[in-house]
C-alpha cells in the first residue's frame, strides 16, 4: 500500500512539474535587435561580412597545426580543417601531490590548457627527473644533476612546448587513450615519428 | 627570347600572379556562418560576433562561442574550430543584453585524487565520467549559463533541474512582491545538452576563458 502511495505521489510531483514546466517564465522572443530592411543598410551589412569573414579567415594557421584534446585522449594534426594524423594520446592524470615541507604547495598533474607552440624538437631524449618524480617514488630528491637523468623512457623524439611539457613517446602503450600522465602527452612510436617529421619549431599546439 | 632567359623569367613571373587562382583562404571566408546573406538582422548578429572573433583570435588562447544559431558549442582557436557539442535545446531571458566577450569567473569543481607517496598504489585518473553534467558557469560581464542534461537520459536529473528553475523564479516573484522593486537584469542562458556532452564543456572550460553568444532572431523551437 505504502508503495503504491509513494507512486502515486511521485507520478503526481512528475505530472505537476511538466505542467509547471510549460508555464516558465518565456524566452525572450527577440532577442536580436531589428534592423530596417532597407536595401542601403542590407549592402552595408553584407560588405561588412564578406570583409570580417576574409580577416578571420586570415587569423587561422596557414601552416599544418597540432590539436590535443585531453577528455577524449587524442592528438591531431590538422592543415585548414584537414586531418593529416589521429593518433590516440596519453595526457594529463589531474591527480595531485602535495610538495614536500610546503603547508599549501602542491603538484597538479594536469596537461595545460590553451595555445602553445613547438619550442623545441630532440632526437634522442633523456629524462631529467623533476622534484615530483622522486617525491612520488618516495625517494629523496637528488643533491647533483646527474643523478636525475634517466635515458630511453621517452622514446625516438621529443617536442617541447614550454614548462618542461613535452610530446613524446611511451613505455606504456596499454595505457594510451588515458588520462596517465603528469601533464606531457604520450603517443606509440610510430605516431611520436609522424609529428616530428611534420612539425616545426613554431608549430602552434591548441590544447582543449 | 632564347638569347635573353632572363627576360623570359621575369615575364613569366610577372605573368603568373594575375593566372593564379584566388587565394583558398579568401575564398573560404566568404560566408563562414553560412548565414542567408539577405537577413539583415542575421548579418548585424554575425558582423558582431565576427568582429569580437577575430580580437580573440589574433591571441594564443582557445575560446567558447555558443552559437544558438547552428545549437552549437563550438571550442576554437585562432579562428579554427578544434571540437563542436550540439545543443538539444535552449531557452533565455534578458538575452538581448549580452553582446560582449564574457570571461568565465570558476570552472566547474573537479573532484581530484591525491597521491599518497608512502602508499605505494596508483591513484585512478579524473577522467570525463567524473565531470558533473549538471552545473552553472558565471561570467563577468554578467551572464549566467545554466547547463544540464537531456531529459531523455536521466528524467530524475530534468525533474530536479525544472524544479530548481520554478523555485529561483518563485523567489524572484516572491521577493518583487514584497519589496515592489524590480530585481536586477541579469543575461540568463540554459542549455540542454547530451549528458556527455555536458561533461565535456565541464572538461573543457578554463577560468578567465572568453566565451561569445551568437544570438538569434527566432525564439527556440
Same mark, same amino acid.
Given at each position: 500500500m505504502k508503495r503504491i502511495i509513494a507512486a502515486l505521489g511521485a507520478a503526481s510531483l512528475a505530472l505537476l512539474l511538466l505542467l509547471l514546466a510549460r508555464t516558465l517564465p518565456p524566452t525572450d522572443a527577440s532577442i536580436v535587435p531589428a534592423v530596417e530592411p532597407d536595401q542601403a543598410t542590407l549592402h552595408t551589412l553584407q560588405s561588412r561580412y564578406r570583409s570580417l569573414s576574409k580577416q578571420l579567415a586570415q587569423l587561422m594557421p596557414g601552416q599544418p597545426y597540432i590539436v590535443v584534446d585531453t577528455a577524449r585522449n587524442h592528438l591531431y594534426i590538422k592543415r585548414r580543417d584537414h586531418v593529416m594524423l589521429d593518433a590516440l594520446a596519453s595526457t594529463g592524470s589531474g591527480t595531485i601531490l602535495d610538495k614536500p615541507g610546503e603547508a599549501k604547495g602542491q603538484w597538479i598533474f594536469d596537461t595545460p590548457r590553451g595555445e602553445f607552440m613547438v619550442q623545441t624538437k630532440l632526437v634522442n631524449p633523456v629524462w631529467v627527473k623533476p622534484d615530483w618524480a622522486f617525491v612520488e617514488?618516495?625517494?629523496? @630528491?637528488?643533491?647533483?644533476?646527474?643523478? /636525475? @637523468?634517466?635515458? $630511453?623512457?621517452? $622514446?625516438?623524439?621529443?617536442?617541447?612546448?614550454?614548462?618542461?611539457?613535452? @610530446? =613524446?613517446?611511451?613505455?606504456?602503450? /596499454?595505457?594510451?587513450?588515458?588520462?596517465? %600522465? =603528469?601533464?606531457?602527452? /604520450?603517443?606509440?612510436?610510430?605516431?611520436?615519428?609522424?609529428?616530428? &617529421?611534420?612539425? &616545426?619549431? $613554431? %608549430?602552434? @599546439?591548441m590544447i582543449f | 627570347m632564347l638569347r635573353h632567359p632572363a627576360r623570359l623569367v621575369l615575364l613569366v613571373v610577372l605573368l603568373l600572379p594575375p593566372m593564379a587562382s584566388p587565394s583558398p583562404r579568401a575564398a573560404e571566408g566568404d560566408n563562414i556562418f553560412a548565414i542567408d546573406i539577405n537577413d539583415p538582422a542575421a548579418l548585424q548578429e554575425a558582423n558582431r560576433i565576427l568582429a569580437e572573433e577575430i580580437k580573440l583570435a589574433a591571441r594564443p588562447q582557445t575560446y567558447v562561442i555558443l552559437d544558438l544559431v547552428a545549437r552549437s558549442v563550438v571550442i576554437k582557436g585562432r579562428g579554427a574550430e578544434l571540437h563542436r557539442l550540439p545543443i538539444e535545446q535552449w531557452s533565455a531571458v534578458h538575452l538581448a543584453d549580452a553582446s560582449s566577450t564574457f570571461r568565465l569567473q570558476a570552472r566547474p569543481p573537479v573532484a581530484r585524487h591525491k597521491i599518497e607517496p608512502a602508499a605505494g598504489d596508483e591513484q585512478p585518473p579524473v577522467s570525463l565520467e567524473d565531470m558533473p553534467s549538471d552545473f552553472t558557469l558565471v561570467f563577468s560581464p554578467s551572464l549566467l549559463v545554466a547547463v544540464h542534461p537531456s531529459a531523455a537520459e536521466d528524467i530524475w536529473r530534468w525533474l530536479r533541474f525544472t524544479a530548481r528553475e520554478w523555485w529561483s523564479w518563485l523567489k524572484d516573484w516572491g521577493r518583487r512582491l514584497m519589496t515592489g522593486n524590480e530585481p536586477a537584469v541579469q543575461p540568463v542562458l540554459r542549455?540542454?545538452?547530451?549528458?556527455?556532452?555536458?561533461?565535456?564543456?565541464?572538461w573543457t572550460v578554463t577560468e578567465g576563458m572568453p566565451f561569445l553568444v551568437r544570438r538569434t532572431s527566432s525564439p527556440p523551437s
Amino acid at each position: 500500500m505504502k508503495r503504491i502511495i509513494a507512486a502515486l505521489g511521485a507520478a503526481s510531483l512528475a505530472l505537476l512539474l511538466l505542467l509547471l514546466a510549460r508555464t516558465l517564465p518565456p524566452t525572450d522572443a527577440s532577442i536580436v535587435p531589428a534592423v530596417e530592411p532597407d536595401q542601403a543598410t542590407l549592402h552595408t551589412l553584407q560588405s561588412r561580412y564578406r570583409s570580417l569573414s576574409k580577416q578571420l579567415a586570415q587569423l587561422m594557421p596557414g601552416q599544418p597545426y597540432i590539436v590535443v584534446d585531453t577528455a577524449r585522449n587524442h592528438l591531431y594534426i590538422k592543415r585548414r580543417d584537414h586531418v593529416m594524423l589521429d593518433a590516440l594520446a596519453s595526457t594529463g592524470s589531474g591527480t595531485i601531490l602535495d610538495k614536500p615541507g610546503e603547508a599549501k604547495g602542491q603538484w597538479i598533474f594536469d596537461t595545460p590548457r590553451g595555445e602553445f607552440m613547438v619550442q623545441t624538437k630532440l632526437v634522442n631524449p633523456v629524462w631529467v627527473k623533476p622534484d615530483w618524480a622522486f617525491v612520488e617514488e618516495g625517494l629523496a @630528491i637528488p643533491k647533483t644533476a646527474a643523478d /636525475r @637523468i634517466e635515458p $630511453g623512457v621517452l $622514446g625516438e623524439y621529443a617536442l617541447g612546448f614550454g614548462k618542461g611539457y613535452f @610530446i =613524446h613517446g611511451t613505455l606504456y602503450p /596499454r595505457l594510451l587513450g588515458k588520462n596517465v %600522465t =603528469h601533464g606531457c602527452i /604520450r603517443l606509440n612510436d610510430d605516431d611520436l615519428k609522424s609529428v616530428y &617529421r611534420l612539425a &616545426r619549431v $613554431g %608549430t602552434p @599546439i591548441m590544447i582543449f | 627570347m632564347l638569347r635573353h632567359p632572363a627576360r623570359l623569367v621575369l615575364l613569366v613571373v610577372l605573368l603568373l600572379p594575375p593566372m593564379a587562382s584566388p587565394s583558398p583562404r579568401a575564398a573560404e571566408g566568404d560566408n563562414i556562418f553560412a548565414i542567408d546573406i539577405n537577413d539583415p538582422a542575421a548579418l548585424q548578429e554575425a558582423n558582431r560576433i565576427l568582429a569580437e572573433e577575430i580580437k580573440l583570435a589574433a591571441r594564443p588562447q582557445t575560446y567558447v562561442i555558443l552559437d544558438l544559431v547552428a545549437r552549437s558549442v563550438v571550442i576554437k582557436g585562432r579562428g579554427a574550430e578544434l571540437h563542436r557539442l550540439p545543443i538539444e535545446q535552449w531557452s533565455a531571458v534578458h538575452l538581448a543584453d549580452a553582446s560582449s566577450t564574457f570571461r568565465l569567473q570558476a570552472r566547474p569543481p573537479v573532484a581530484r585524487h591525491k597521491i599518497e607517496p608512502a602508499a605505494g598504489d596508483e591513484q585512478p585518473p579524473v577522467s570525463l565520467e567524473d565531470m558533473p553534467s549538471d552545473f552553472t558557469l558565471v561570467f563577468s560581464p554578467s551572464l549566467l549559463v545554466a547547463v544540464h542534461p537531456s531529459a531523455a537520459e536521466d528524467i530524475w536529473r530534468w525533474l530536479r533541474f525544472t524544479a530548481r528553475e520554478w523555485w529561483s523564479w518563485l523567489k524572484d516573484w516572491g521577493r518583487r512582491l514584497m519589496t515592489g522593486n524590480e530585481p536586477a537584469v541579469q543575461p540568463v542562458l540554459r542549455l540542454t545538452l547530451a549528458p556527455h556532452h555536458a561533461q565535456s564543456l565541464a572538461w573543457t572550460v578554463t577560468e578567465g576563458m572568453p566565451f561569445l553568444v551568437r544570438r538569434t532572431s527566432s525564439p527556440p523551437s
